[in-house]
């Protein structure tokens, strides 16, 4: 991981003071709302329905068990017990009082971590690849240059007060994780024909009101070139992006407008400028930080362990959650592991304070001391030797973090939704829970298989529900909360956006919705298909026709 020298630790401190400062005035009615909203923000701090939100940066998504172990504690000495591990691999704190949020955020740079720039109309944080540097289909590991991003973009003095906020996720594998197409930029790593790292550029891409996939904007850009091209972009961004309709400012918007054709002009126009100045990256530079990601002390192990092996032929609980939470390592005798954060009932994402005490400890013990945030909101503990495994299960197991359900339908992706957002038409959390209620059967949710829900509580989309083979989006219809549907989203390499199946439905009905929409899978699928598959084969008439089939009944009774 990325250690803090004494420049970044006195930034850190520095702003840490300022925003105490900034506090203390507020407090004392020395400065308005509309003076203090936009200090806040640039700390992370938003007002929401219940109480304040703090948002805490974990950039791309790695932390330690110390920082860990310290966001734990911060959520039990200032919130509620637990925080919620969001889309953006961050931490978000949901009731924290405004007058303690200086005190956390002193709490927080102790462990070199604070929360700049998780909010605003700025450059949020950089995601990746929660397997970053242990994943077998790796081809370059990408946190380096992530992290070179980060330094960059964090305090950029011209891309400060964008046209609307700005992310940007990189990616090094041949299976995309990291969803680059739905982000304002989105850079794949490879290896060109010269066997030198190169990036392929994507940009425009994004959720929200307008779903948009991103272009690919160059094929082949140097890594050298990976700031200063990124640079040009947010220029021509910053430059046309509207400011007139908050609703159109995203840089999706300029891109759709112009044309990419228009757009890369543009950009490469303003890169000529840029191409071969300071912030072009040297190789002196990429190993220093490279540095901070060596490979872990690795054991020389064999590819099969007795123990492991008697254990899953012996312990079915055991078999069915490695099945789901394990995942291929680079190094022989070892494997990712995702503890998840999606208990039947609970709110998904969410963590409490003994929880995230326990990951650390484990993390500690059995993955050198680092552990990671996927995007689908679980906890990945990246180097556990397949010895330690049913030891970590255990534990696991006994803190309600070893639910067998890693990428099955209660695996829900989920915004906090109208329980806590201001900007959410309706509430996300209890239909997450009322479907993870209806789909109690760890057999069933086997025999359905790889199938991705997500849920948003409004058009912002920070449930991703666009591209869940499921969507959900909660809808405000006469002041009541409703759900529109979608089938056939993606991430990854074939990337789709959803498609509305039809008019929205009530809270009560949604599980049964989601029944239906699984029974027709089950029904028309081979026995190769996953849900995605199916939906893409027949597409949305037979879904909708059996989803609407009651209603439709219905009606034509009232009709006779």
């Known amino acids: 991981m990325y250690k803090y020298d004494e420049i970044d630790q006195q930034i850190v401190d520095e702003r840490v003071a300022q925003y105490r400062d900034q506090t203390r005035r507020y407090l004392a009615g020395e400065l308005s709302e509309d003076e203090f909203r936009p200090l806040r923000l640039q700390n992370g701090l938003y007002i929401q329905r219940q109480a304040p939100m703090l948002r805490i940066a974990v950039p791309y998504g790695m932390l330690s068990s110390k920082q860990l172990r310290k966001l734990g504690d911060i959520a039990s000495k200032y ?39 998780t909010s605003g109309n700025c450059i949020r944080n950089i995601t990746t690849d929660q397997f970053a540097g242990t994943a077998p289909d790796e081809i370059v590991d990408p946190r380096a240059m992530a992290e070179i991003m980060r330094q960059w973009s964090t305090f950029h003095p011209e891309f400060a007060l964008l046209p609307r906020k700005f992310k940007i996720a990189v990616s090094g594998t041949q299976d995309d994780r990291a969803v680059v197409q739905m982000h304002d930029i989105g850079m794949e ?27 690919v904007i160059r094929e082949h850009l140097e890594w050298q070139h990976a700031l200063t091209y990124c640079e040009a972009i947010v220029r021509v961004y910053n430059l046309h992006g509207r400011r007139d309709n908050a609703y159109k400012a995203r840089i999706k918007i300029l891109v759709k407008a112009l044309g990419i054709e228009e757009f890369k002009r543009q950009v490469e126009a303003e890169w000529a ?33 007795a123990s492991f092996d008697t254990a899953i032929a012996s312990n079915l609980a055991f078999a069915a959650w490695a099945k789901r939470s394990l995942h291929a390592h680079k190094i022989s005798g070892y494997r990712a592991v995702t503890l998840s954060l999606k208990p039947h009932g609970s709110a998904p994402g969410d963590a409490t304070t003994e929880q995230m005490h326990v ?28 010895s330690d495994l049913f030891a970590v299960w255990e534990k ?31 509430k996300s959390i209890p239909i997450a829970v009322a479907i993870q209620q209806q789909f109690d059967n760890l057999d069933y949710l086997h025999d359905i298989g790889d199938i991705e829900l997500n849920i948003s509580g409004c058009m912002n989309a920070c449930g991703h529900h666009h591209i869940g083979h499921i969507g959900i989006l909660g809808v405000d219809k006469d002041g009541s909360e409703w759900y529109q549907v979608t089938i056939g989203g993606s991430q990854g390499n074939q990337a789709s956006i959803g498609s509305v199946i039809g008019p929205s439905f009530s809270a009560e009905e949604m599980p049964n919705v989601v029944q239906k929409l699984i029974e027709v899978y089950i029904k028309e699928r081979t026995d190769e298909e996953r849900f995605i598959d199916t939906a893409r084969r027949l597409g949305v008439a037979p879904f909708k026709a ?15």
């Open 189 to 215: 790593f490879y290896l060109d024909k010269n066997n030198k790292i190169a990036i392929k550029v994507w940009v425009g891409g994004g959720l929200g009101r307008t779903p948009i996939l991103g272009s």
């Open 359 to 386: 990951v650390a400890n484990l993390a500690e013990k059995y993955s050198f001391g680092e552990l990671r945030v996927s995007h689908e909101q679980n906890l990945i503990l990246a180097d556990v030797k397949l």
């Open 546 to 560: 059996h989803v609407y089939a009651d209603k439709n009944a219905a009606k034509d009774e009232v009709a006779a």
């Open 273 to 305: 400028h840029l191409k071969d100045a300071p912030n072009t990256i040297t190789e002196t530079e990429l190993a220093r930080v490279s540095k901070h990601f060596d490979a872990m002390p690795y054991e020389a192990l064999p590819a099969h362990d």
């Open 396 to 426: 696991a197991r006994a803190n309600g973090l070893a639910t067998p359900n890693i990428g099955l339908l209660t695996d829900i992706i989920c915004c906090p939704g109208g329980d806590f957002c201001s900007l959410a038409n309706a």
């Open 79 to 117: 919130d509620k017990g637990y925080g919620h591990f969001s889309t953006r691999q961050n931490l978000q704190l949901n009731w924290p009082k405004l007058e303690d949020v200086p005190d956390i955020l002193a709490e927080l740079a102790t462990v070199e971590m604070h929360a700049i720039q």
